[in-house]
């Protein structure tokens, strides 16, 4: 792999030494000799693998100190400084090996004159070039962390969905044991009874394994079946037990995780003794976005510990479908719960922003506005030169070129500014300033 990179390497800078060379030959050269076209080439070369070799030590110093995710701003200021300093040295080292080893000028007239102006050009056109090299190493980290975050963003899903699945495969056993367990009582107690018992409950199940695979479900469709659900436990408790529904017209339209109810009302009977004398009363009612399950507390004693699987199913599902909690109340006369009603259907990936999900956003969001700078950059890196060639090769005596170049680098300076937080930053106080008085 590293030495494959290599090549990639020495044939780029052959390429670029190949082009500039040919370039400068064809339009610079008078004599136009094969002797000619080699020291082109030599010369172009020179500064290919100079400049590349000087940039790039700089690139990889810089990369080892400073992450471009982690400390973007701080490797952009080092980037900048480094940058210019490497990259001037280089010219001049170039540029006297070019003109005064090479072309024999006179060394008093290196930083004036015709040297002077080409010293200050080949400054620009290496800080663009490098300026885009940076950009292209920003992007691409930029690139590798956004498909970091969407890797690790898949596993969290996939995961809740695995939790989600696994809870829900917990109703069918579930209600299947309790209900059996309901059955086998009802065989010794009253077979009549146990008969209609099994006909109702083959129609509740139905609704069981229509449902179960469902996240959500209207509170209609959950008190409809309750109801069927209550007229099953009246069949074997008849006086013993109470149901009373106050749910509002509102409230049958929004919704609920599937069987909460039916859990819900297990827990009640299972958990409290009924008596004719000493009825189990149990009221299901609407308030203030939440569907209340009540019941007069009469707790019998455990022969063993519960499994607890209801409720604690409930408060699972609704933690990864909502931010908002399942309440639990007990006192000495009632135990009560509070599921929350949801105002429209969610799904486990979406309904709950992680601090996963929401620190990906904000990053993806970031590189958005990290890309349109660094375009932005690139564009004016690409299109610069070549207005400041057309300009020097079609009317040097009228350099033009100065006020597309410095009104397009006014407006990418305020979008840099803007991009990196100053201009953000003194917003913010401001708004902050605002609200403090207000307050």
Known sequence: ???????????VLLSISFATGLFFFTFFTNDKSPQNLLISFLVAFLYSSV?????????????????????TRTRIIWGIIGTVFVNVILVFVCNYINFILLQKRDPANFFTGNMGFVNWLIVNIALLVSAILHAKGFIEEWKKSTRKEVVEQKLIAKSANAQFESLKNQLDPHFLFNSLNVLSSLIDENPEQAQRFMASMSKIYRYVLEQKDKELVTVEEEIEFAKTY????????EDSVGFAFDVSDDALKQFVVPLSLQLLLENCIKHNFATSTKPLHIKIYSENGFLFIENNLQQREQVKESAGIGLSNIVQRYSLLTKQNVFIEKSVEFFKVKIPMLTQKFTAMNAQPTPESVAY???????????????????????????????????PQYLWFIWPMLGWGFGLSMHALKTYGIGKNWEEKQIQKILDKQN
Request: aromatic share 18%.
């Open 230 to 237: 209550c007229n099953l436990l009246k069949t074997r408790f």
């Open 1 to 11: 792999m590293e030495s494959y990179s290599l090549r990639k390497r020495i044939t």
């Open 361 to 395: 956003q904000k990053a993806a969001k970031r590189v958005e506005e990290l890309k349109g700078f660094y375009s932005n950059l690139i564009s004016y890196a690409i299109v610069i030169p070549f207005l400041i060639f057309i300009n020097l090769y079609t009317s």
């Open 51 to 71: 400049f590349a070799f000087g940039n790039g030590l700089v690139n990889d110093y810089l990369n080892s100190r400073y992450s471009w995710i982690e400390d």
